[in-house]
């Protein structure tokens, strides 16, 4: 037992030497196509798994985005395949409201410190550890394992998952997938749930263009300025609320929280959960939950075709709204939305679609939901997975796109608060606890073994 437990502790060193490594890489995705650099850690990544002896291919979709994939090939062609697949690159960072250098990669209190921390560098870099480990014990699945670590999930895939999806679909291709994310506790200690994430929000980022009449600055009477009406734009869009849809996952998660029946009864009442929201006393917990049963707008960038001056008004002005639909909607249910909040104005401004991926979902009955429910049952025994449909995207729906079964997957502390870790992503002071990281590493080889073995 001692050596078991010796080897598990090597593993999780070198997953938080891998996580420390990816974060002081610094792969920052603004959005831009020279944005990113996930090369170096791509090339951090190959260099850790050839050491096993194993082909690591790398793919360029544009200079310096890298995206990696190495295989395990299965001995029965017949049995299902599962990828492990991470993405490497990270969100921008104010430091400015951060305690630690969000790039230190600092392991303070036995917790990882850093932009990625959590999303999703701890989930890569504990795949590729327990990837490698497969692959030195000499682990032989009977369908293939591949671990890919993609580029560019943080804006959209168009360098990372879906060019890869369109481009090398025979190099990435799986039956099965496990990625972002899942593992946090619920429920109470007589009825324990573990959440694994089975489906998520669509994402319909749209660019609004705002026109007006440019003129000079020191003539603002009566112009026709793009700035002012575009002020209105974003205030109208704040404040607009669709009214709550409960879909299908969402009286499974309500039934997961451990909380009274009648806290229970409004959470699961359209006509009572937009009062009890408002008055909700943790901000937090409540634009977590408005987000699960609304569709949500929020106007996040202001720019201009061309440089703005001080002394000249501006004719155009655009701003980029993220846009997260629940299940069913599409793009004329999103342009219905923009027409009722924008009201008068909404002959004023031209909607460009930016991104437009519906909510897409994974059925629950397959072996891999079975071998999870194994597998965090090894540490967990009493607890019962929960499936959750998340109100992020990840590169799971290129894969469901393309006729995969992907779960966003993980095992964390118990101790780990959900709303703590929940407000860390694309947060202040992003940081993992070891003891997840422990769990996570082992998460992936229970699962791999009790899938493929």
């Keep these: 037992m001692s050596t078991e437990l010796s080897e598990a502790g090597r ?41 096993t002896g194993l082909d690591v291919e790398s793919f360029d979709a544009a200079p310096g985005r890298r995206s990696l994939v190495c295989r395990i090939e299965g001995s029965d062609p017949t049995a299902p395949s599962l990828c492990l697949m991470g993405h490497t690159d990270v969100v921008p960072v104010n430091p400015d409201g951060w305690s630690r250098d ?71 291709g799986a039956d099965y997938v496990l990625t972002e994310n899942g593992g946090l506790h619920s ?24 026109k007006g009449v440019p003129g000079h600055g020191s003539r603002p009477f009566r112009q026709d300025n793009a700035l002012i009406k575009a002020a209105a734009v974003v205030h109208r869009i704040s404040e607009y609320r669709p009214p709550p849809r409960f879909h299908e996952l969402w009286r499974e998660q ?103 991926d519906p909510a897409s979902t994974s059925r629950l009955d397959t072996p891999l939901w079975d071998s999870l429910q194994r597998a965090v049952g090894r540490p967990f025994p009493n607890a019962r997975l929960t499936p959750q449909l998340i109100i992020g995207f990840t590169d799971s729906r290129v894969y469901r796109d393309m006729g995969a079964v992907a779960y966003g997957a993980g095992l964390f502390s118990p101790q780990l608060d959900a709303g703590d870790y929940g407000a860390r992503f694309h947060g202040n002071d992003e940081r993992i606890d070891v003891e997840s990281l422990a769990l996570t590493t082992q998460l992936w080889l229970d699962v791999v073994d009790d899938l493929l073995g």
């Design 102 to 172: 969000p790039f230190g990669g600092e392991l303070i209190d036995d917790e990882v410190w850093g932009r990625g921390a959590v999303d999703m560098l701890n989930l890569t870099s504990s795949m590729a550890v327990a990837f490698r480990h497969l692959a030195d014990t000499g682990f032989r699945p009977r369908g293939d394992l591949i671990y890919f670590a993609c580029a560019d999930e943080e804006a959209g895939s168009a360098y990372g998952a879906r060019w890869m999806a369109e481009n090398h679909w025979d190099a990435i």
């Design 187 to 210: 429920g109470s200690p007589e009825a324990p749930f573990i959440g694994m994430n089975v489906g998520e929000k669509g994402v319909a980022w749209r660019r609004l263009r705002i």
């Design 254 to 356: 309500v039934d997961t929280l451990g909380i009274d029946d009648e806290t229970k009864a409004i959470m699961l009442d359209e006509s009572r959960i937009e009062d009890w929201l408002d008055a909700h006393p943790s901000p937090s917990l409540a634009a977590h939950l408005y987000s699960c049963t609304h569709t949500s707008f929020s106007p996040n960038v202001i720019g201009a075709p061309t440089t703005m001056k001080t002394n000249v008004i501006p004719d155009h002005v655009d701003i980029e709204v993220d846009v997260r639909t629940l299940p069913g909607e599409g793009a004329a249910e999103v342009q219905a939305h923009l027409d009722e909040a924008l009201g008068d104005l909404a002959g004023e401004v031209d909607v460009e679609i930016i991104m437009n």
């Design 11 to 51: 593993r999780t060193g070198q997953t938080v030497e891998l996580l420390v490594t990816m974060i002081r890489n610094a792969c920052v995705n603004d959005g831009t196509a020279a944005s990113g650099g996930e090369v170096r850690n791509s090339d951090v990544l190959q260099t850790y798994l050839e050491g």
